[in-house]
């Protein structure tokens, strides 16, 4: 059995399903912070979990390390719960907040939903933030997402990554999708990781972990293999949105799924960069029986269903 690392006092972490990203609930003497909400589908549970490890105090902060739907779908449920809340997010997509713009911000295009939320000032990379009773760095995480942050502190040398390390792993890096050379950036997010020199990691999914060079050396062959065949890494993207699809609703129909994924810009515009050439219900069967291979998915009859 892994024993997992012992937090600094005050730092609490909501470890939640892969539907939803982690949120970490940063407590000091004078106000309280949360570190990204969950999906929107989880707001409610987000909202009683974090009021139960508030223990009657009030949330202050609300953080967002960058703005996929995994990570900002509570904001709307948390603002109006606490209408005094001081929400920060990473300063790229700020305007397409203010608009609020669905579209520029990844929701539509990936089939994903997030309701409507706002903010009150945005993150400065190269700058500190207090949280809790710690001084936090901002440091810019490119890669997964142009805009995303990483939070450090320095005394006790935690990180909280978001998307930019897992222990086994990092997010889809979502620019390449669009034909940017993101994967330069996962790179230099990952030797920025590495100067940090960091004891401890709360990664924005999974738990926390001690095994940084580790974390680091899987996390850039990972990398090297998406680098080395970038078509690898568009089939587990497509692979990445249809289970996220199946988190949500557990189980539909193939039909209702392929109906969905016609209905989602950016799942046929990483059908027309497959290689495979196969026709998009021929290709999205493929990419379903390759999850249910893997043990992500079940097929009963003409049913896709979710598999943990």
């Given at each position: 059995m892994i024993e997992r690392p012992r937090l600094p006092d005050g730092i609490h972490l909501l470890e939640r399903g892969w539907l939803s990203s982690n949120n970490i609930l940063i407590c000091g003497s004078a106000h309280c912070a949360l570190i990204d909400s969950g999906y929107a589908t989880h707001a409610g549970?987000?909202?009683?979990?974090?009021?139960?490890?508030?223990?009657?105090?009030?949330l202050d902060v609300l953080v967002n390390t960058h703005l996929h739907s995994d990570h900002c779908g509570g904001n709307a449920a948390l603002q109006a719960h606490y209408p005094e809340l001081?929400?920060?997010?990473?300063?790229?997509?700020?305007?397409?907040?203010?608009?609020?713009?669905?579209?520029?911000?990844?929701?539509t295009p990936t089939g994903q939903i997030c309701e409507p939320y706002t903010f009150s000032a945005a993150l400065q990379p190269h700058t500190e933030i207090a949280l809790g009773?710690?001084?936090?760095?901002?440091?810019?995480?490119?890669?997964?997402?142009p805009s995303s942050v990483i939070l450090f502190e320095p005394k006790s040398r935690l990180l909280l990554s978001a998307d930019a390390l897992w222990e086994n792993g990092f997010g889809v890096v979502f620019p390449e999708l669009d034909g940017d050379d993101a994967f330069?950036?996962?790179?230099?997010?990952?030797?920025?990781i590495e100067a940090l020199d960091?004891?401890?990691?709360?990664?924005?999914?999974?738990?926390?972990?001690?095994?940084?060079p580790d974390a680091l050396a899987r996390a850039r062959k990972r990398l090297s293999s998406f680098m080395n065949d970038p078509a690898k890494h568009t089939r587990y993207a497509a692979k990445v949105l249809i289970k996220f699809k199946l988190l949500e609703v557990q189980a539909l129909s193939f039909d209702a799924l392929l109906a969905w994924a016609k209905a989602t810009d950016l799942v046929a515009h990483v059908h027309q960069g497959d290689r495979s050439h196969a026709s998009f219900e021929a290709w999205i069967d493929q990419l379903v029986t390759e999850l249910v291979r893997s043990g992500a998915a079940l097929r009963v009859n003409q049913t896709v269903q979710n598999a943990n």
């Open positions: 549970q987000t909202l009683a979990l974090v009021q139960a490890a508030l223990d009657g105090r009030a001081h929400t920060l997010i990473p300063p790229g997509q700020a305007p397409h907040v203010a608009a609020w713009d669905p579209y520029a911000l990844s929701y009773d710690q001084m936090w760095q901002i440091h810019a995480a490119p890669g997964h997402d330069a950036e996962v790179a230099q997010t990952l030797d920025l960091v004891k401890t990691v709360i990664p924005g999914h999974g738990p926390a972990f001690t095994d940084v």
